[in-house]
């Protein structure tokens, strides 16, 4: 319950509360908590001596000061702005500090320190593996037995909403001689990517179950793919510039502590895995989510299905020594479910092109073209039956420069 004027299906009620980067008329953006359609401003809450969060929130443009406090610290200020949106008392001292969300402005929520991209759903694996190599098996030896994955740009994370179509080299029916244009073979990666915060600067040594200790939240992903550019490059390093151009993630950053009730078991892994990668407690989230393509629903990818959890991509990109630090980003890769409707590419919508979609005006695609738009939403299971909104990332795409 809230003294707010709130539905009691809203999805972002004070059972959610995800964590924003946002600025209303002042020149430098704060950070902010939304509740229902409205922002709350943390910055002049911790100022005006409200929630006391060692002043990580206050005249802070991100969150990663708050990533810094740690999960001790996450749960208490969680805890006292539960207090503040539920208990009558303190209505008058923070209604002025809620801001309409049609009046503000989203920035990227947090400085991003490294980014990485996994590849954990089965079924996006192989069908990827039947359309490039559809003479081997569609599994590499290597999939079964670690999470793979690369590492990003994270200077190219943004939440912008126009994505510039991207150059590069790309293969010709002259296999010696590549030609050099804008990208004819753009696509999505709908994924689910997972915010990072360590208190006191860096962590090593981690391992999968201190998952919930080092992860904050979690965003939406859209991991912007050029697969012409990337069949040509990615033998025998993998992706890179078919990649980096652009990677979009939702302005909202949902706690981790939102999805308790979203939990559930993961998919049994054979063979066994190896120690580092083993979970006493296997589980993964009901993450549902709806790609729109044009304004057409084309794909529900169902994120619990993925066959490497986030706790297993955590402890894997860390085993070797790499060091977490607050502000890392990982996504889960595709998120692709067994039939056609539930994959997260299109390249798989398409079957690498060879099955076009017909959207509602009829017309039809096989990848994207300038001036598409493709939009992402989630949700998930909340308590008490509620549901937990994610709210989206969008995309259009603009000619190339």
């Known amino acids: 319950m809230t003294w707010l004027d709130l539905a009691p299906d809203d999805p972002f009620g004070v059972h959610n509360l995800p964590y924003c980067s946002f600025a209303t008329g002042r020149a430098h953006h704060v950070v902010g908590v939304r509740v229902g359609d409205r922002v709350l401003d943390l910055s002049a809450l911790e100022s005006a001596g409200h929630v006391d969060a060692a002043g990580a929130l206050e005249e802070s443009p991100t969150l990663n000061h708050l990533l810094d406090l740690g999960p001790d610290g996450w749960a208490e200020v969680r805890q006292r702005l539960r207090d503040l949106l539920t208990q009558e008392r303190h209505r008058s001292e923070i209604e002025d ?6 009046d503000v402005s989203l920035a990227l929520p947090f400085d991003v320190g490294d980014y990485v991209d996994f590849y954990s759903s089965e079924h996006h694996a192989s069908n990827v593996g039947r359309i490039f190599r559809p003479d081997q ?16 740009r994270s200077g190219t994370v943004t939440i912008g909403e126009m994505i510039d179509r991207p150059c590069g080299q790309h293969k010709t029916a002259d296999a010696d001689r590549p030609a050099f244009g804008p990208s004819t073979r753009l696509d999505i990666e709908a ?40 069949a040509w490059e990615y033998q025998p390093l993998g992706p890179f510039l078919g990649k980096s151009f652009a990677t979009s993630i939702s302005p909202w950053v949902v706690p981790l502590a939102a999805l308790e009730a979203a939990r559930v078991p993961a998919p049994v892994q054979d063979p066994p895995v190896l120690d580092y990668l083993r979970e006493a407690e296997r589980y993964t989230f009901d993450i549902g989510l709806e790609v729109r393509w044009n304004g057409n629903v084309v794909s529900r990818p169902p994120f619990r299905g993925l ?8 402890a894997h990109m860390t085993v070797n020594g790499a060091s977490l630090r607050s502000g890392d980003l990982y996504a889960s890769g595709t998120v692709s479910g067994p039939e056609r409707n539930q994959v997260g590419s299109f390249l798989e919508l398409t079957w690498g092109g060879t099955q076009p979609v017909t959207l509602d005006d009829g017309s039809t695609r096989t990848f994207l073209e300038d001036g598409d738009t493709v939009i992402i939403t989630a949700t998930a299971p909340g308590p008490d039956g ?6 989206h990332v969008s995309g259009t795409i603009r000619p190339a420069r």
């Not at 500090?97 to 049609?102: T, V």
């Not at 080092?214 to 990337?230: M, Y």
């Not at 066959?307 to 955590?314: D, F, I, M, N, V």
């Open 137 to 152: 098996p569609p599994l590499l030896p290597n999939w079964r037995h670690l999470p793979v994955g690369y590492h990003g």
């Open 307 to 314: 066959y490497w959890t986030p706790a297993q991509q955590l």
């Open 386 to 391: 509620k549901v937990v909104g994610f709210g």
């Open 97 to 102: 500090l809620l801001f309409n969300i049609e």
């Open 191 to 230: 994924e689910v990517g997972f915010v990072v915060g360590v208190k006191g600067g860096r962590a090593d040594g981690v391992t999968v179950a201190d998952f919930p200790r080092r992860v904050f939240g979690v965003v939406l992903v859209n991991d912007w793919s050029a697969r012409d550019i990337q």
